[in-house]
């Protein structure tokens, strides 16, 4: 596949393509993506996602339209969400946990005018979900990797595109180029929207903070739908000109196999993902692992110094689909990369404000709502109705999150507005209790939430998993919380032990889930679960 373009964005610096030119120009050769099914060249990617862009060019694409993706781990991820900004139009990855409900949801919210999907991933057929809602929005279904009836091949558009080479379009740097639906923990999902140039100013970001170079090769596990995925592997990968090693199938010894073989120095996901690798039998096969970002679930302190302990510079990180990384140096002090969320990146700002007024805005190590702001914040949500809620009036992004700043400019998170249980009328923050709870040899995970109680307002549930055969108590948990220090009033009076725990695709607990499935209180048994 061959196909010699002109340069295609004069070298804006605010434009991904850009990055990309330069990548080739530079060596056209160099390794850009290494997948499940093989290995590709920078040269190879751009030759296949202009004929890709050109393809939806000729199929009636334009600046502007939502294109939705269902895709795994795949090159096909990566060349779609270079096709899509390529052209201006505007990138809407979708989970592939996601159902008929989330699908449709998104598909109808984003006004998708194309969706690609895989014919079957893991034995889940995606395009028979999608067939029907594409035809109910009026949107085209496009099918990677196999056929389903009365639909285009993700090969047939490349093809198009390679045969004719239409003109491409000048893409805009504050247009919107991204629809990524949050992971829908609490209520509805929230579609947010970025620009190329948010999306760049983040990435730019992120590579000063982790001190990153061409030659810094990233693993990525995290789903390329997601906030992680698609930012560090998509558009930092291809700003750095670095090779990207890309697992579609999340499993610990093909990672550390993946790792190994490919000498992948740094990378990025949330807890299990970190837990997983640290726990490896064979820590001497990940001496190339040099940074690992943490975020998107509780991140135990004790985790991170483990991690630290194997020689992985192990780093909480602190960001959401509206700010994706707001803090988290590889410079910053190794204790305090355990104990808080990391210093405030150089080009953002956060504040901390009263939680029942927030002109108040609060000193050092008092807790409150965490707001921020930075040139990589996103443009709003795709339901505009959202905005005035998520903003402030001068500006500032509320994250709905609860934290502290100290004088050095670390940030702590406390938990969420929503991840507070009222008991007694007193505030308990969940994170707090997990932090310790995980501690314990005999615990692998752990949330903690609140179900409704008449007496107490919200009654305290520990979920857990254990491992092993080791199976704690409630009496157990409740003696490891003393010796810690922590206030009675703080222990939960259920403990429920299960096998795994609901999660998204981002590696986050669904707490919504625990909740629904315990808010009978009159279900759980007396004592322990």
Known sequence: MTWTARKSVSGDPDLLWSYLDSAVDRDPDRIALVTSRGRLSFGDMRNEALALAGGLTILGARAGDTITYQTPNWAETAILALAVMRIGAICNPVVPIYREREVRFIMTQAKSRFVFAPETYRGFSHAALIAPIAREIGAELIVCQGDYPGTRRYSDV?????????????????????????????????????????????????I???????????????????????????????????????????????????????????????????????????????????????????????????????????????????????????????????????????????????????????????????????????????????????????????????????????????????????????????????????????????????VPDEQRGELMVAVCTHRSSARPTLADIAAHLAEAGLARQKFPERLEVVESLPMNAAGKILKVELRRRYADIQNLEKGEG
């Open 158 to 206: 490349v093809a198009m595109g390679l045969e004719e080479h239409p003109a491409l379009p000048h893409p805009e740097p504050d247009a919107d180029a991204l629809y990524l639906y949050t992971s829908g923990t609490e209520g509805q999902p929230k579609g947010v929207r970025h620009s190329q140039r948010t999306l760049l100013n983040e990435s730019r970001s992120v």
């Open 208 to 450: 000063e903070a982790t001190e990153l170079g061409g030659d810094d090769i990233l693993f990525m596990g995290s789903p390329l739908s997601h906030i992680t995925g698609f930012m560090y592997a998509t558009i930092a990968g291809t700003v750095l000109g670095a090779k990207v090693c890309l697992l579609d199938i999340w499993d610990v010894s093909s990672a550390v196999d993946l790792i190994e073989s490919e000498e992948c120095a740094w990378t990025v996901g949330a807890t299990p993902f970190l837990q997983a690798l640290v726990d490896y039998p064979q820590p001497e096969r990940l001496k190339s692992l040099r940074v690992f970002r943490c975020g998107g679930a509780g991140v135990p302190p004790s985790l991170i110094r483990k991690a630290q302990s194997r020689g992985i510079r192990a780093l909480r990180t602190y960001g959401c689909s509206e700010h994706p990384t707001i803090s988290g140096n590889v410079s910053d002090d190794p204790a305090k990369a355990s104990s808080t969320d990391g210093r405030v990146h150089r080009r953002n700002r956060v504040r901390i404000v009263d939680l029942d007024d927030e002109s108040r805005i609060l000193p050092a190590d008092i807790s409150g709502e965490i707001q921020t702001q930075g040139p990589e914040v996103f443009l709003g949500y795709v339901d505009a109705t959202l905005d005035e809620k998520a903003f402030t009036p001068d500006g500032w992004l509320r994250t709905g999150d609860l934290g502290t700043l100290d004088a050095q400019g670390y940030v702590t998170v406390t938990g969420r507005r929503k991840d507070i249980i009222i008991r007694k009328g007193e505030n308990i923050s969940a994170k707090e209790v997990e932090d310790l709870i995980v501690e314990m040899p005999e615990i692998a995970q752990c949330a903690v939430i609140g």
